[in-house]
């Protein structure tokens, strides 16, 4: 199973990489791993996606916990959350095909970022499914190119992922 | 500045090393008459260090230079890494203008110890310098201890700063849980009474923790057998009624057995090793569990426990002891006594032809030194057979490589051993292969004139590796022989110790004696039959109660 933890992290040189060696290092299987600032000043917040049973991920919260720069680990899989991904696709676009993608592209929401001769660039936020979802679409007409930011989760609701 | 910070951590002695990068704090070093223990191997220094530490209890300091004196600590924070043995290392680094270039003598010993310390740093500013030696201090001695290496700049060293030093940090990230939760030792209490077969499995937290005394409460007053692993021997009497000696790989008969079918192990600062449970899906089948552990991270990493409990041993076994009702016990400790008769006959009987076995050689030791003493093992038969045979008494006086199983660790921990512990005698017990991989701490142990007998098992062999060979490998023995080893006596006398040989038991008795009366370092070359292994034994990855008695033996 997947699982999708919020990490809060010193923002401290080499932090992601003894959070990225904890992972190899033990054999934890990472999906993917974003990082970016939060509200507090030197902090900063991880969403790492690791697959594996619960007996795994608590040993990977566990091991996470130790390192003397995470302030906190929680598992965003068990509670009801938001997740969202964004994707960059270089298709394959010429002139008769133009308009079939671009309804592709308007019925998941996405946008057209950028337009040449032979090919457009498209951009599309969403869950797992929907991305997975455009991509197979969008295979039929030839991908050149492709970019993911990994994922991104916050809880529903007024609850937060703090410091303390 | 660093001497400042050393002084206000009350550390009274540094093991180290200079070189180009740490010129300077060494200038510093020298002025402050600060005591230094000059080594001959930086890897020497670590392991002694580590001795000092796991004999006194408090931080063991060590100073390298950058480069190559760096990367000569790994194997010794691999190994204090392992065993949870508190160090601060302070690495030498090129000026940080140089960093990243590949200047002369330049490493990532950052890089390369992020797995092997508890927590590392690099100093970039000055201003970060007593802040950080403060946190490497906290972080080193507290929760879990561990290594802790900070690596500072030639030119971070030349600078000059505020000296603002605070002796505790407050770290957003690290708060180590102190307390057990009382409802988890309400339960514990509980499945204590109730239990029919308990027994107690305890490790080197125990020692770390100081809790010994609640540990052999804890046992005498619910009448519980207690077994300890190879980092814990000394937690409990080695002669106690109720011990039953260390379990796993080269354990006794009889905990393995009990640990096989008892149906509470009541485990203590223990990390079930895979050398002591053998094959996971069969240890310890019929038995709840109980886990008390100061790292969250060990509960459930090998085994399920039922009854997890997060805390210091010490006060987690006080807040047990509050509650705690005996048990049932009778009939469990009357059939485990049945098992200890099977123990006892494997036991080392008196050598024939007037030979020596290691196993004869260690209970001699054992019969000619006091209670208080220390000893410290290298790394292989000798290693176990010490474990085996001899009685441990009191915590702090084994100290040994159990996790990582260094070579070479015996001789220079045993020197910090003694630095720690003047009043003991210390006694190293080491391989002839372990020991010459730092016996150029011989040079240490004559200049600073420290006072520690070694015990040479020479057999010619290594002979760990040849048991195996011998059991496992089809009897090839596969560059196991130590054929040119030197000629230990001489090599002592060179050094400027004393050398003395024993090859009967009536030489090794007057060789001991005479050893314990001399002052200053003597090495007694114990020449052993040179084939025979240790048993009882399990083979790998097996049961534990799948044990091997070798009643085969020549
Ligand atoms: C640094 C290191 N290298 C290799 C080993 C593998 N090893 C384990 S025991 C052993 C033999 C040790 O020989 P010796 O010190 O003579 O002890 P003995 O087993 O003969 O008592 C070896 C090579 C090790 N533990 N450490
Ligand atoms: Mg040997």
């Known amino acids: 199973m997947k699982h999708v933890l919020a990490v809060l992290v010193e923002n401290k040189s080499g932090v992601l990489t003894r959070v990225a060696g904890l992972f190899s290092r033990r054999g934890f299987n990472i999906e993917n791993i974003t990082v970016g600032e939060t509200t507090s000043p030197g902090i900063s917040r991880m969403t790492i996606t690791v697959e594996g049973d619960e007996m795994v991920v608590e040993q990977v919260m566990k091991q996470l916990h130790k390192l003397v720069n995470v302030i906190k680990v929680s598992n965003l899989s068990h509670e009801p959350a938001v997740m969202r991904e964004l994707m960059l696709i270089k298709v394959r676009a010429e002139a008769q095909t133009r308009s079939d993608i671009q309804q592709i592209v308007e019925t998941f929401r996405g946008k057209v970022v950028d337009v040449s001769l032979d090919s457009m660039i498209i951009e599309v936020t969403g869950n797992d499914e929907k991305l997975e979802a455009i991509k197979l679409l969008l295979q039929h007409y030839g991908i050149r190119e492709l970019a993911r930011t990994g994922k991104l989760a916050l809880l529903r609701g007024s609850k937060v992922t703090r410091e303390a | 500045m660093v001497i400042a ?240 000696g260390m379990p796993g790989m080269h354990g006794a008969v009889c905990a393995n057995y009990a640990l096989s079918e008892a149906d509470l192990i009541i485990a203590t600062g223990v990390r079930f090793d895979d050398r002591v449970t053998g094959k996971l899906e069969s240890f310890a089948r019929e038995a709840k569990i109980i886990h008390i552990d100061i790292d969250p991270a060990e509960i459930g990493k090998n085994v399920a426990i039922d009854i997890p409990i997060v805390g210091d041993v010490k006060r987690v076994l006080q807040g047990i002891l509050k509650k705690v009702q005996p048990g049932d016990t009778g009939a469990w400790l009357k059939r485990i006594d049945e098992w200890r008769e099977e123990c006892f006959t494997c036991a080392e009987e008196q050598p024939e032809n007037d030979v020596l076995t290691t196993p004869y050689v260690i209970r001699e030791i054992d019969r000619l030194t006091a209670p208080d003493t220390i000893i410290a093992t290298d790394v292989g038969q000798h290693q176990m057979w010490t474990a085996q045979h001899y009685c441990f008494r009191l915590p702090r006086t084994f100290i040994s490589s159990g996790g990582l199983g260094t070579m070479g660790y015996g001789f220079p921990a045993a020197l910090g051993a003694k630095l720690a512990s003047p009043g003991s005698t210390v006694f190293c017990i080491a391989g002839d292969g372990s020991f010459q991989m730092n016996i150029q701490e011989l040079a240490t142990a004559v200049t600073h004139n420290i006072d520690v007998k070694v015990a040479i098992i020479n057999n010619g062999y290594l002979g760990m590796v040849r048991q195996w060979q011998e059991l496992f490998y089809g009897g090839r023995y596969a560059y196991s022989s130590l054929q040119g080893n030197p000629d230990f006596v001489k090599v002592a006398e060179a050094y400027g110790a004393k050398g003395l040989r024993a090859s009967t038991p009536g030489e090794l008795r007057k060789a001991i004696e005479l050893a314990l009366a001399t002052k200053g370092p003597v090495i007694i070359d114990c020449q052993v039959v040179a084939e025979e292994n240790v048993y009882p034994m399990v083979a790998p990855n097996r049961p534990i109660n799948e044990i091997i008695m070798g009643s085969e033996r020549k």
């Open chain 2, 5 to 244: 910070a050393l002084e206000q951590e009350q550390v009274d002695l540094v093991f180290g090393y200079p070189g180009g990068a740490v010129l300077t704090l060494y200038d510093e070093l020298y002025r402050s008459g600060l005591k230094h223990i000059l080594v001959r191997h930086e890897q020497g220094a670590v392991h002694a260090a580590d001795g000092y530490a796991r004999v006194s209890g408090k931080t063991g300091v060590v100073i390298a230079t950058s480069g190559p004196g760096a990367t000569n600590l790994v194997t010794g924070i691999a190994t204090a890494y392992m065993d949870s043995v508190p160090l601060v290392l302070l690495t030498g680094q090129v000026a940080t203008p140089l960093i990243g270039t590949d200047s002369f003598q330049e490493a990532d010993i950052t890089g390369i110890t992020l797995p092997i310390t508890k927590h590392n740093y690099l100093i970039k500013d000055i201003k970060e310098l007593p802040d950080t030696l403060s946190e490497a201090f906290y972080i080193a001695s507290s929760g879990r201890p561990g290594p802790v290496l900070v690596d500072i700049p030639k030119d971070i060293f030349e600078m000059e700063g505020r000296f603002d030093y605070k002796l505790k940090q407050d770290i957003p990230g690290y708060k180590p849980t102190v307390e057990g939760h009382g409802g988890q030792i309400n339960r514990a209490v509980k499945a204590i009474r109730e239990a029919k077969r308990p027994v107690i499995f305890a490790g080197g937290g125990v020692i770390i923790s100081g809790a010994a005394a609640e540990l052999q409460e804890l046992a005498e007053r619910c009448r519980i057998p207690v077994t300890l692993s190879l980092m814990a021997l000394g937690a409990y009497p080695g002669d106690s009624p109720l011990f039953l």
